[in-house]
């Protein structure tokens, strides 16, 4: 399986500040095939099930404010919120899809 | 408007069987894979397997492999996790979500993303 770790577990930013969430692969999920990388981004607010923020990486879900980016290739990807927002607490979980779907183990984002 | 509709909520005693459900609406329901995500109380979420209601083609990750069984009667738009003896192990959030997988005019490649997720099943077994 591939492992994914995410870093840090947990975050505290001011409201309006950016947040980083980073989420390395004990492998590439980049298919050379097609060059692009298999990985997805969710949000889980507390008593909610997760909802898909973006796939392939950088691609945002329509809906999604575009404070969210996703960006990184290979092994190693990134998160952003560039201007938290107190609906943006939440645990953050990256997801990759180029073998058996796993799960890092989730970044908690709160308001400082 | 996609939609996952869980059964609700179930307390059970160890040793018991139980079989909860998923229905879909709003997509083709035979179409797309259906997967299945356990959340233990206050951890994070673990891949537990898939199937696709058009063939019923179905994968599971090894850790679940032997633990549950995962169908789907495509008939009804309904996907199925059944257990045949619970454990207290096994109390926990389940949830099913929509797989969405690349393919292009020859091909599919990876396995699954998830969406939309399901609004979970409370499980919760008592030894």
């Known amino acids: 399986d591939i492992v994914m770790t995410q870093s840090p577990d947990s975050l505290a930013v001011s409201l309006g500040e950016r947040a980083t969430i980073n989420c390395k692969s004990s492998?590439?999920?980049?298919?050379?095939?097609?060059?692009?990388?298999?990985l997805a981004w969710y949000q889980q607010k507390p008593g909610q099930p997760p909802k898909l923020l973006i796939s392939?990486?950088?691609t945002r879900e329509s809906g999604v404010p575009d404070r969210f980016s996703g960006s990184g290739s290979g092994a190693d990807f990134t998160l952003t919120i560039s201007s938290l927002q107190a609906a943006d607490v939440a645990v953050y979980y990256c997801?990759?899809?180029?073998?058996?779907?796993?799960f890092g183990q989730g970044t908690r984002v709160e308001i400082k | 408007e996609v939609q996952l509709v869980q059964s609700g909520a179930e307390v059970k005693k160890a040793g018991e069987s139980l079989k909860i459900s998923c229905k879909g609406s709003?997509?083709?329901?035979?179409?797309?894979?259906i997967g299945w995500v356990r959340q233990m109380p206050g951890k994070g979420l673990e891949w537990m397997g898939i199937?696709?209601?058009?063939?019923?083609?179905?994968r599971y990750s090894p850790s679940f492999q032997g633990q549950v069984t995962i169908s789907a009667d495509k008939s009804i738009s309904t996907a199925y996790l059944q257990w045949s003896s619970l454990k207290a192990s096994d109390t926990a959030m389940y949830y099913c979500?929509?797989?969405?997988?690349?393919?292009?005019?020859?091909?599919?490649?990876?396995?699954?993303?998830?969406?939309?997720w399901g609004q979970g099943t409370l499980v919760t077994v008592s030894s």
């Open positions: 997801q990759q899809y180029y073998s058996t779907p796993t």
């Open positions: 392939w990486a950088s």
């Open positions: 709003g997509y083709s329901f035979p179409t797309f894979w």
């Open positions: 199937i696709y209601p058009g063939d019923s083609d179905t």
């Open positions: 492998q590439t999920v980049l298919y050379s095939s097609n060059n692009k990388n298999y």
């Open positions: 979500a929509r797989g969405l997988r690349y393919c292009n005019t020859t091909s599919c490649s990876g396995y699954n993303w998830f969406d939309p």
